[in-house]
Structure formats: C-alpha cells, structure tokens
C-alpha cells in the first residue's frame, strides 16, 4: 500500500529531546498530525519541504533504514 502525498502531506523529522537523536522520519497528512501539536513532551517534531525532506533522506538512506516508516 503507498501512503498519498498531496498538498496536505507534512514532511517531518522527530527528534528525542534527551539524546538529541532521530528517532523518526516521515511524512503523513497534515490531518493525522493533531494540528501541528506535539503532545509527547519529549519528542520535538520538525517540519521539512519536501525537498529538504528528500534530500535528507537521499543523503542518509543507509543510516535511515533502521527508524523509517515503511
């Protein structure tokens, strides 16, 4: 099953707060994604272009095998 990217696909990093490392990497619609609120406070969201998104996923594809969706 592929996952829709439109123009209310968000594109996302989530970081742990405490060890200040990716733990997540992904994209979903900015519907699923409780308005932009982060509710775990030690996780920080950070927004990505799609773009910077895939480039970064480009960039770290082996790296990133290990915490991406699939």
Same mark, same amino acid.
């Given at each position: !099953?592929? $996952?829709?990217?439109?123009?209310?696909?968000? &594109?996302?990093?989530?970081?742990?707060?405490?060890?200040?490392?990716?733990?997540?990497?992904?994209?979903?619609?900015?519907?699923?994604?409780?308005?932009?609120?982060?509710?775990?406070?030690?996780?920080? $969201?950070?927004?990505?272009?799609?773009? =910077? &998104?895939?480039?970064?996923? =480009?960039?770290?594809?082996?790296?990133?095998?290990?915490? !991406?969706?699939?």
């Amino acid at each position: !099953m592929s $996952r829709i990217e439109n123009d209310d696909t968000r &594109y996302f990093l989530e970081i742990d707060l405490g060890s200040l490392k990716i733990i997540r990497c992904s994209f979903d619609q900015k519907q699923n994604l409780d308005n932009g609120r982060q509710n775990n406070l030690t996780v920080h $969201r950070l927004f990505l272009t799609k773009g =910077q &998104y895939n480039k970064f996923v =480009q960039r770290c594809e082996n790296e990133l095998k290990s915490i !991406m969706d699939t």
